[in-house]
């Protein structure tokens, strides 16, 4: 029983990832996000070409659909391999939705869910700030999400003393660098988009 629980909450916690908020919110105003700007269903394309409003309630609704079903895991199974597996569904989901034939986005918002689950709230927004000033800054800001997905395995790794953990980071790491590859060879060409925060 317990293996068709784990089984039926990580496949609600992919599906959940999978739902498009961006898609749907631009469709609520009249706009096929693919089309417009990177073509991207994330908060950061949202934001560019419906406004700050629409982003940031993009950004706060992908970033929940990994919160909560972290949380979630973390009170209800007590096995790291189980809790760490429906955490990374989320992330799957959002950066390959079923229901958009697995064109989603970068998946930047959902690990900072994830994020924010494991280190608590208070740990996160300090993070929060640091990136984005640090963005603000650099006015690149998939140059500063790479530079996360580097940490990812060292934070992870460090925080639990575990190199499960540190895997788990590493895997996040890897999806968040899968996802940017078009903002990495626009990096490497000089072309990549500023941030304009």
Request: glycine share 10%.
């Amino acid at each position: 029983m317990n293996d068709l629980l784990f089984v039926i909450h990580a496949l609600l916690a992919y599906l959940l990832g999978s739902i498009p908020f961006g898609y749907l919110i631009a469709k609520t105003q009249g706009v096929d996000i693919q089309k417009l700007g990177s073509g991207n269903i994330g908060g950061t394309n949202v934001r560019r070409n419906l406004g700050f409003k629409w982003g940031l309630i993009v950004g706060l609704l992908d970033f929940s659909k990994s919160y909560l079903p972290s949380v979630v895991a973390c009170r209800l199974w007590d096995t790291d391999w189980r809790i760490l597996f429906i955490s990374l569904m989320p992330v799957i989901g959002h950066i390959f939705p079923i229901w958009l034939r697995f064109k989603g986005g970068k998946g930047v918002s959902t690990v900072f869910g994830i994020i924010a689950a494991y280190f608590g709230l208070p740990i996160f927004l300090a993070g929060l700030v640091v990136w984005y000033l640090v963005v603000k800054k650099v006015q690149l800001m998939s140059l500063v999400n790479l530079v996360v997905g580097i940490f990812l395995p060292f934070l992870f790794g460090f925080a639990f003393h575990s190199f499960v953990y540190a895997s788990f980071g590493f895997l996040l790491c890897l999806l968040i660098w899968w996802s940017h590859r078009e903002n990495i060879h626009r990096l490497l060409a000089g072309t990549e988009n500023p941030a304009n925060y």
